[in-house]
Every structure is written in structure tokens, then in C-alpha cells.
């Protein structure tokens, strides 16, 4: 099998955050895989600004980026309960470029949280703000890492069996859709 594109989507900006990790964890596991990492440091959407100026490049960029992956993994913190804004704002972005990039796009989508709950209403409004974009997201197995500043290693590897054996499964979701 030869080597897919992964796009990775951290919804935290944080260079060192436990999201970053987990989609770095997930593009290992995923192996073989060129992974892309997605820049969400976007101007806020502004509909003026995209009446006088247009489509930024960097939201082209990203949009560019969604359409030429063969698969999508994005980890989300959680933030008051939620995802965090540039998060959304880059959804926002990206869904004014044409044609669609996420339409039938494999996307996985997992959290790293600090609190019990590992950021599961994060990832259930995440996966409400994805439907309309129609991408194939997958259902399961749902991956919300707890306590997360405490679930990585100084290689910024997984620690627990649980974890890594539900990212796994997660991953090997992933590459079937790709593949088929």
C-alpha cells in the first residue's frame, strides 16, 4: 500500500499542546502517511472583508490543503465547554471557498481535554459544525483523551494502552475508508 496524504487539524495554537499530540499520535499510527499540518491562524471571518478582499490565501491555503488530503484527522481541546474559536472560524473560512473541499472527505475527529470528560462536547459540537460540509465522518471509535497534560510522554507519545488502542482502531478506520 502506498504512502496517503493525512491532514492534520489541531484546534489548539499551542506549538506543545496535547491536541497537537494526539494528531501527531494518530498520523504515527495511521503509518504510512505525509502528513500536513494546517495553519489555523486566520483572520477572523469578516464578510466585508471577503466582499472587498476575497478569499485570504491563507483560507485558500487551508481549503487547498482539505481537498488534496486523502484523509482528515482533527483533535479538538475543549474550551468553556465547546470548540475553540479558531476552530470554528476556520470552518467558517473554509466553507465560503468553492467547490466544497470536505464533500466526501474522510475526516476522523478525536479531543485531549484536562478534565474527566477528555473534551466529549467539544467533539459532539465539532461533529454537529462538520455536517454540513458532507464529509464522511467516522462515528466511532470515539477517542477523548482525559487528563490529558498527563497522557503523554516526553516524546509526546500516548502513555495509556486504552488510549492508543482505541486511536488505533480509529486510525485503521480511517486508512479502510481511503482505501476504498
Do not use: C
Not at 51 to 63: D, K, N, R, S
Not at 92 to 114: E, F, I, L, Y
Amino acid at each position: 500500500m502506498g504512502q496517503h496524504h493525512l491532514l492534520g487539524i489541531a484546534g489548539a495554537l499551542r506549538e506543545g499542546s496535547t491536541n497537537r499530540k494526539l494528531m501527531h499520535e494518530a498520523a504515527r499510527l495511521f503509518d504510512p502517511a505525509r502528513l500536513t499540518v494546517a495553519d489555523l491562524r486566520l483572520p477572523l471571518y469578516d464578510g466585508d472583508l471577503e466582499e472587498t478582499e476575497g478569499i485570504p490565501p491563507a483560507v485558500q491555503l487551508l481549503a487547498d490543503q482539505v481537498a488534496a488530503a486523502d484523509a482528515i484527522v482533527i483533535s479538538t481541546p475543549e474550551y468553556n465547554k465547546g470548540p475553540p474559536g479558531v476552530l470554528k472560524n476556520a470552518l467558517d473560512w473554509v466553507s465560503r471557498t468553492k467547490p466544497n473541499p470536505w464533500a466526501g472527505k474522510p475526516v476522523a475527529v478525536m479531543s485531549a481535554a484536562g478534565g474527566r470528560a477528555g473534551g466529549e462536547r467539544s467533539q459532539m459540537i465539532l461533529r454537529a459544525l462538520l455536517v454540513p460540509f458532507q464529509p464522511l465522518l467516522l462515528t466511532g471509535p470515539e477517542v477523548h483523551v482525559a487528563d490529558s497534560r498527563n497522557q503523554f510522554d516526553g516524546d509526546g507519545r500516548l502513555i495509556s494502552d486504552l488510549y492508543l488502542k482505541t486511536l488505533r482502531t480509529l486510525t485503521d478506520k480511517l486508512r479502510a475508508e481511503v482505501g476504498r
